[in-house]
């Protein structure tokens, strides 16, 4: 789960990201609590058309969430690659 060279100090000292180790459980804990929340509004609701309507905007969220932890995995890479660069200079 942690880098191989990972300390304590660095853990205190915030030199190494640890919440990329965690976007892997963060997504699917995302994912299954959109899906639970979505399937109670499906069965809470009124008639079909609103039972369609909600059964999109569950798929709209997963897609919401896979973009936003695949967003925060971008950033995260692009920090350990400046760290690189830096750790060269």
């Keep these: 789960m942690f880098p191989k060279d990972f300390q304590a100090k660095d853990l205190l000292y915030l030199n190494k990201m640890v919440t990329p180790s ?3 459980i ?3 804990l995302m994912s299954v609590v959109v ?4 399937l109670f509004s499906v069965f ?3 008639n079909v058309g609103m039972a369609i309507v909600t ?3 569950i798929a709209l ?3 919401f969430v ?3 932890c695949e967003m925060m995995i ?3 890479r692009i920090n350990a690659n400046l760290q690189k660069i830096a750790d060269r200079e």
């Design 26 to 28: 963060i997504y699917w």
């Design 74 to 76: 971008v950033i995260f």
């Design 44 to 46: 809470k609701a009124y």
């Design 55 to 57: 059964l999109f905007g």
């Design 66 to 68: 896979r973009l936003m």
């Design 61 to 63: 969220s997963l897609l």
């Design 35 to 38: 899906i639970i929340a979505g």
């Design 22 to 24: 965690f976007m892997t």
